[in-house]
């Protein structure tokens, strides 16, 4: 009687252990962790796959181009969006610096959504008298961009009972801001097409 | 004279088994990473150079079907230690068509990379 008591104990204990719940995760199972670097066809609207194609394609054409000799000061100007769609830009842009700036190739001066914050940080320190004199940085020092950096990002989308085309082109070209010469330019095409 | 033949036999099963042998290091082979079986797409000659300081690779990628292929790839771009000095790279989607010959172009993403590995995969 004794020994049928002690083995349904243990059944149990083994059985409570066996359902105990121990991976590392927590919740529904039909949230998944996705890999960030996967071909994404969703929709054929403007998506991940196609920002990381735009940055990685113009960061290395411009790096490798040879025509960012000595790290030069570059300021980033915002990519035109001359789609229909809505595209977060400011993204594409990020990425793009993002990536030079891992290459070593170049230096980013503050660009006009940083430019206030730049701004505001110098006269506080110089104007505010909160500093203490020999650590506020001096005004009339920050560094003037050699080249300015700007896009565009257009699309043709075309449709008939069967298919949806997207056409989609993004160009980036640098220039010298003292010539106003165009010195460098790339574009990437992309064609996203659904079968309904 | 029966074990003689059996043994015959048996080497040769051993020898059909055998894997074939691994690619001679530094090959165009040896860079390739197939992600399963490649339904008719060779990769073919590449072309590896050292351009204002970045890697840069041409792959030739062969479509041996008539029929158009698609296929997806990345590159992993390595160090002098074989380790990967950047980021992983986004998958990227081609299209071959039916019985084309195409080159495939890469510029390492930093100037650290002096060897690469090309990962391909078909659907």
Known sequence: ????????????????????????????????????????????????????????????????????????????YDVK??????????????????????????RFASDNTQMQSQVDQLKLQNQSGLYKQSTVNKTGNMIAAK?????????????????KDVFYKFSLQLIDVESGLAEWMDEKEIRKTTER | MRIKIFGVLALALLAGCATPPPPAPGSAASKVVAMGDMKNIEVGAMRVARENGFLTVNVQLNNTSSRNKQMYYRFAWLGNDGFPVADAEGWKSLTLYGSQTSFLPAIAPVPKATDFRLEVKTP
């Open chain 1, 1 to 76: 009687m004794l020994s049928i008591r002690l083995c349904s104990i243990a059944a149990v204990a083994l059985l409570a252990t066996g359902c105990a719940n121990n991976s590392p995760s927590l919740g529904s199972k039909n949230i998944n962790y996705g890999d960030t670097k996967a071909v994404e066809t969703v929709t054929n609207e403007f998506g991940s796959t196609d920002l990381q194609m735009i940055a990685e394609s113009m960061t290395r054409s411009l790096a490798q181009s040879g025509i960012l000799q000595g790290r030069p000061v570059v300021q980033v």
């Open chain 1, 81 to 106: 969006n001359k789609t229909s769609e809505y595209i977060d830009t400011r993204e594409i842009t990020t990425s793009i610096k993002t990536q030079l700036m891992k290459t070593g190739t170049a």
């Open chain 1, 147 to 163: 080249y300015r950096l700007e896009g565009s990002i257009s699309s043709i989308v075309k449709r008939s009972s069967d298919y």
